[in-house]
């Protein structure tokens, strides 16, 4: 089967992964705006991990749920969820404050593996469900510094509408850059368009990161990058697949066939010729679990 969507794009069917009901802020609408980077939606996100400071405000700061326009691999628009947090912590460095754009690494490719869920929820362990919110003490380090921090959820992860494009280079650069475009967007936020842009990504962060600074000059000329993390990419990914084959995160072959059949469906023909029905049921659970989506459009016609 293929095609129809785990949610209706108004967000009328609730979407529950592995026994976690996935909120409708993360259903994306039906039109999406012309420009990406544009601010689609936004609301409040309370911090799992957060305490009151001597001035009153939370630290380590107060964070704003996002959801903001981007473009697939394919040229198509997509609504893109992440998350920006305005520091508590003063910025004492030259210029106004900087912004580093985050991208997570592994955290599955169900939707309530999203790392803006996690930051509001460091671990979930409900219905079938385990994930853990890894990323918070780089993004906390990070406000510690005075910087201001916008994560993203990627392409289809927590987006209730397609399946999450694990290592798709396009899909995660485009995402990392219009997530720094949105920021500037959020209200209360102290970042401006002169604000210095970071990016910061380890594992399949690091290709993110890695994929948004050579993606930049052509795709987001008018933001400000200053540098770039890139941790431990997995950017020949014939080595990878050989090198995870058998351990714990053997899931990553799932993720990596759901998500390029979702992009390439002439793929969908060839993974299914050289898959037999163990591989199938196989394929189709590690849809769901974390480090988990519903894959209804990527399988064979």
Same mark, same amino acid.
Request: glycine residues 12%.
């Given at each position: +089967? ?9 967000? !009328? ?6 026994? =976690? ?45 996002? +959801? ?35 991208? !997570?690494?592994? +955290? ?23 994930? =853990?919110?890894?990323e918070s003490l780089a993004i906390y380090r990070l406000l510690s ?40 967007? =959020? ?26 600074a050579e993606l930049q000059p052509t795709y987001a000329p008018e ?39 979702? !992009? ?38």
């Amino acid at each position: +089967m293929s095609g129809a969507p785990a949610a209706a794009a108004d967000g !009328s069917t609730p979407v529950v992964s592995r026994g =976690v009901t996935i909120p409708a802020f993360y259903n994306p609408p039906a039109q999406l705006p012309a420009a990406n980077g544009t601010l689609i939606r936004s609301e409040p996100l309370p911090l799992g991990l957060s305490i009151p400071g001597l001035d009153g405000r939370p630290m380590p700061g107060t964070a704003t749920r996002l +959801m903001y326009r981007s473009t697939d691999s394919n040229g198509q628009a997509v609504g893109v969820t992440g998350a920006y947090i305005e520091p508590s912590a003063a910025w004492r460095g030259t210029g106004p404050r900087p912004l580093v754009a985050v991208a !997570s690494g592994t +955290m599955g490719q169900g939707d309530q593996c999203v790392p803006s869920l996690a930051l509001q929820y460091p671990l979930t362990l409900r219905g079938d469900t385990v994930s =853990v919110g890894y990323e918070s003490l780089a993004i906390y380090r990070l406000l510690s510094s005075g910087a201001a921090v916008v994560v993203t959820d990627y392409v289809g992860l927590g987006a209730t509408d397609r399946v999450h494009t694990y290592v798709n280079h396009l899909d995660q650069g485009h995402a990392l850059l219009d997530a720094a475009r949105a920021a500037r967007a =959020v209200p209360g936020a102290s970042v401006t368009r002169d604000s210095r842009v970071g990016l910061y990504g380890y594992s399949q962060g690091g290709g993110a990161s890695a994929a948004a600074a050579e993606l930049q000059p052509t795709y987001a000329p008018e933001l400000p990058l200053a540098g770039s993390y890139v941790g431990a990419p997995p950017a020949d990914l014939t080595s990878v697949l050989k090198g995870i084959d058998g351990s714990a995160l053997t899931g990553a072959l799932g993720w990596s066939m759901n998500g390029f059949a979702q !992009s390439d469906p002439a793929l969908r023909g060839v993974i299914e010729a050289n898959i037999n029905s163990t591989g199938r049921a196989v394929r189709w659970r590690t849809c769901r679990p974390c480090a988990s989506a519903t894959c209804s459009s990527v399988t064979a016609s």
